[in-house]
């Protein structure tokens, strides 16, 4: 987009320095005087409200910096977002049987899903696929047992009132039935970012890991706008743990390495390989002992073994009488970073909720928390990557800022008047933070674009308006009579400019198609940037050109530079 953008604006002051003035030689030739009209008639009206401005500079600089500071301080309390939701013209819908349900239960229950569906209108096609098959690198949502549906809609209807059709129509049955007009554009989120609140815990001992993990998961669910909270992404395996009791294990004449290697004997069984010959084929046959079929806590701590003694004779131990058996939990998996254990603590965040809204009130209700010694908590979640890479675009916007301006004092041979002119920078982003406020929308990647771009187009008019009046100031015209006239003498053209390019970015801020809503954004903000800093600069740059350009300016010719020859 910047290529193609650059590439337009190199072609297009190609054309206006050649092909513009010569059609107008043209076509301009006999051009006839135009009457007077409704604007030429405001025009002396918009010289006197300047000449105001610039009697009551006070007025209207806190009127600009009181808008700015109340429009950036409203969007800013909306939160942030990575991207903005689009209204595509397909969504997934997953399905959630109960736990113990059979493949012919979520068979039948996904064909009565599929039916309901079908019947909402604007439901095109519904396909569906069960368990892991479905578990695709865009959808990245289901799990074994589940299953998941890709609805494609009929052209006109938005995803997110048929999701809501869709959720009412399956509302009674037994699955649990959930239809998200933004899981394709949440997907692509994820696959960029990570999704949602993630607190990552770390530990080296794993009981404190775990223990903390679900203390941090209790703390997030007393959290307004989360759910699904999980104290990681599997669930904990079941485990016996027996302890030996080294004193009594000596008096049987064992050691806990003996102990174990007999436990770990009767658990797993031993397995002898025979070999069935059929013809030319030869089978492979293992047979297993019932022992590990067997495993349960009972079944661990009634475990015998025989143990022979030093004078020979062999007795029977029992396992209980050595050792203590508990039933436990344990960590499906263990990750590691930077050779630290650690656990994801997750969740999502509820519809209607912003991500970094919800995430700030998790690390303030996380604030009081405090974890056992050696263990470490630290957000990792989407509102990271989101500051992160607005962090990014604040640092581009500043790079931009300082280059336009040094382009603008190379062309003023200056640092004054480029230095007005940036005042209306400012006025852009309060355009733009107004604008972001009446769509409802949060500022995002796209909308932090839309103000870099502001910066660049927004200068134009200001450069304009700063050049014409230091032309009539080195004319000999007077400063206040100069600043007056060079603001209405302008006024067309920088109505017409800004117009215009309002007008191309028009269908791209109603977001009626996939494409123009993920823009939307972009286009909102250049709009109101462009709407508002046009009418200010009007008047801001005038009131700041009076009060900070009072030199006199002077033309000065070869002839002013020749030295007087003594």
């Known amino acids: 987009m910047v290529l193609t953008l ?8 190609i054309v206006a320095l050649t092909l513009v003035p010569a059609l107008a030689g043209k076509l301009l030739a006999h051009a006839r005087p135009q009457s007077e009209t409704a604007f030429t008639r405001f025009m002396p009206k918009y010289k006197k409200s300047v000449l105001w401005a610039v009697n009551h500079k006070a007025v209207t600089l806190l009127t600009a910096v009181a808008l700015l500071i109340a429009s950036g301080a409203a969007v800013i ?76 809609l009929e052209s006109g209807y938005k995803a997110s009132r048929v999701a809501k059709e869709i959720n009412e129509k399956c509302a009674d049955m037994e699955a649990a039935v959930n239809a998200d007009a933004n899981s ?19 530990s080296n001992d794993l009981d404190d890991l775990r223990e903390t993990a679900d203390a941090v998961a209790d703390v997030l669910r007393g959290v307004d706008g989360t759910e699904n909270v999980a ?104 990750r590691r970073l930077n050779q630290r254990r650690y656990i994801d603590v997750t969740a999502d965040i509820a519809e209607g909720c912003n991500v970094t809204l ?25 509102r990271e990557s989101i500051v992160e890479a607005l962090r990014q675009l604040v640092l581009m916007l500043a790079v931009g800022i300082l280059l336009v301006y040094l382009v603008m004092v190379a062309q003023f041979q200056d640092l004054k008047s480029p230095f007005i002119v940036m005042f209306t920078i400012p006025l852009a982003f309060t355009g733009g933070f107004l604008a972001l406020l009446i769509a409802g929308l949060e500022i995002n990647l796209l909308s932090m674009l839309g103000m870099i771009m502001l910066v660049g187009i927004i200068v134009n008019n200001g450069i304009v308006l700063v050049d014409y009046i230091n032309q009539l100031r080195i004319g000999g015209m007077d400063r206040r009579e100069a600043i007056a006239d060079a603001a209405v003498t302008r006024l067309r053209p920088i109505l017409m400019t800004s117009i215009t390019t309002i007008l ?24 109101g940037g462009l709407l508002y800093a046009t009418l200010m600069t009007l008047y801001v740059v ?7 350009s ?7 010719d070869e002839a002013d530079l020749e030295l007087s020859e003594k």
């Open 6 to 13: 650059s590439y337009a604006l190199i072609a297009s002051l």
């Open 77 to 152: 309390a909306k939160g942030f977002t990575f991207l903005p939701d689009m209204e595509m013209e397909q969504m997934m819908v997953t399905l959630t049987m109960p736990e113990g349900s059979s493949f012919a239960d979520t068979t039948a229950a996904a064909d009565e899903a599929a039916a309901r569906m079908l019947t909402v209108p604007g439901v095109e096609t519904v396909g569906g696929a069960i368990g892991d098959s479905a578990g695709s690198s865009l959808s990245m949502m289901t799990t074994e047992g589940d299953v998941s549906f890709y609805v494609l």
């Open 184 to 202: 394709l554009m949440s997907s692509m989120t994820q696959m960029l970012t990570s999704s949602g609140i993630t607190v990552r815990v770390y």
């Open 231 to 334: 104290a990681g992404e599997e669930e904990p395996t079941a485990e016996l743990h027996f302890t030996v009791d080294k004193k009594k294990a000596a008096k049987e004449q064992l050691t806990v390495a003996q102990v174990y290697m007999q436990v770990a004997k009767a658990l797993t069984g031993s397995a002898d390989l025979i070999e069935l010959s059929d013809g030319g084929d030869t089978y492979a046959v293992s047979v297993q002992t019932a022992g590990k079929d067997k495993i349960t806590p009972e079944y661990v701590r009634s475990l015998t073994f025989d143990v022979t003694a030093k004078d020979g004779t062999v007795h029977s131990v029992a396992l209980r009488d050595i050792a203590t058996v508990e039933e436990t939990e344990s960590l499906s998996s263990i």
């Open 358 to 382: 919800v995430t700030n009130a998790a690390e303030e209700a996380l604030a009081s928390f405090s974890p056992s010694d050696g263990t470490t908590i630290g957000f990792t979640g989407e």
């Open 504 to 527: 191309g970015l028009i269908v791209m801020a109603l977001g009626q198609s996939e494409a123009t809503s993920l823009i939307q954004p972009l286009a909102v903000t250049c709009i």
């Open 542 to 548: 005038p009131v700041m050109y009076d009060a900070l």
């Open 550 to 556: 009072k030199k006199a300016l002077y033309h000065v």
